[in-house]
């Protein structure tokens, strides 16, 4: 099976890693800043479910011309638009797009380009980061990736992906109901982000508050509502292990969005996130108001930010 991989981040980097053990031909679209580091010392992998250190196939965005069996895309939300230029060039006719983002405006926007039947569904349960040097650092043994199709045109390749990507360390799931998985992902980290993001704190840090428990109980019922209001009502094992890890009193975690802000990122996902889940909420008259406390913080920060920029 022929891969393309955009970019060779933390995510795309693991997930490019993996398959390459598992046999797949991949290729990584690059920039050049990144394609002449891995010329220079190959891509390298730190993980407990195994170390992976080896040259790999590149092309810079721009210059691809062959066509492939899937492109698998790990960007953030807010790079899709150039995401979706670069990639256009090796989607073929029977070509399938693999997303790894968050949230589902992703989807859309996506099935808009290429056909709802060219794109998969994917969720991946995972911590990786980009160390310094350009190691791709994958944090704990978590690594459970959801692939699926959203149309029945996309049945037998998302099986064939799922086949292979499964010889590589990690737990592999084929879904026939990826659409749910989407959501209860999504309702999962909105939960987490309008929190850590609002309180800019751990979840431990906020437990600890007087209201914690509940706010964050209330963050959660807001992000179960629109699931339900969209047909996706989260299943109760998956409500209780949303529960179990963001009202844990002694958990380090916080939202990725969060840790980019504490960062000083200059882009953070907030619409992707909590601002479209506001969005679609109001397409049924329901108002989600800690969600939408939230997103007000987010936004005020990408406005400082981008003034920031400016004046720099």
């Known amino acids: 099976m022929k891969i393309l991989v955009l970019g060779a981040g933390g995510m795309g980097g693991y997930y490019g890693a993996r398959l390459i053990e598992a046999g797949a031909d991949v290729t990584?679209?690059?920039r050049p800043g990144r394609a002449r580091a891995l010329e220079r010392v190959g891509l390298a992998v730190r993980s407990e479910l195994g170390d992976f250190h080896r040259p790999v196939k590149m092309v810079l965005a721009g210059q691809v011309g062959a066509q492939f069996d899937v492109v698998l895309l790990a960007c953030k939300a807010y790079d899709l638009a150039d995401a979706?230029?670069?990639i256009s060039p090796a989607v073929g006719?029977?070509?399938?797009?693999?997303?790894?983002?968050n949230g589902l405006d992703a989807y859309d926007r996506l099935d808009q380009c290429f056909g709802r039947q060219r794109v998969l569904g994917g969720v991946a349960y995972i911590?990786?980061?980009?160390?310094?040097?350009?190691?791709?650092?994958h944090a704990g043994r978590m690594d459970r990736l959801v692939v699926g199709p959203r149309a029945a045109q996309g049945s037998a390749l998302a099986a064939d992906f799922h086949a292979l990507v499964s010889r590589a360390a990690g737990t592999r799931e084929l879904s026939g109901a990826i659409g749910?998985?989407?959501?209860?992902?999504?309702a999962m980290i909105a939960a987490g982000a309008v929190m850590t993001c609002l309180m800019r704190?751990?979840?431990?840090?906020?437990?600890?508050?007087?209201?914690?428990?509940?706010l964050m109980l209330d963050a959660i019922a807001e992000c179960r509502t629109v699931a339900q209001l969209y047909g996706h009502a989260i299943?109760?094992?998956?409500?209780?292990?949303?529960?179990?890890r963001l009202l844990d009193e002694a958990s380090t975690w916080a939202a990725s969005m969060m840790r980019d802000i504490a960062r000083?990122?200059?882009?953070?996902?907030?619409?992707?996130?909590?601002?479209?889940l506001i969005k679609r909420a109001a397409g049924y008259g329901h108002e989600l108001p800690l969600s939408r406390a939230a997103y007000c913080h987010l936004q005020v920060y990408q406005r400082q930010r981008a003034a920031h920029q400016t004046a720099g």
């Open 201 to 214: 704190g751990t979840v431990a840090d906020i437990m600890k508050t007087q209201d914690g428990r509940r």
């Open 235 to 244: 299943p109760e094992p998956v409500v209780a292990a949303m529960q179990a």
């Open 93 to 101: 006719r029977d070509t399938a797009v693999l997303p790894l983002l």
């Open 84 to 86: 979706i230029r670069a």
């Open 127 to 137: 911590a990786t980061t980009l160390a310094a040097d350009g190691t791709v650092v």
């Open 264 to 276: 000083g990122a200059p882009r953070i996902e907030a619409d992707a996130i909590v601002g479209d």
């Open 180 to 186: 749910q998985e989407l959501w209860n992902k999504w």
């Open 28 to 30: 990584f679209m690059l």
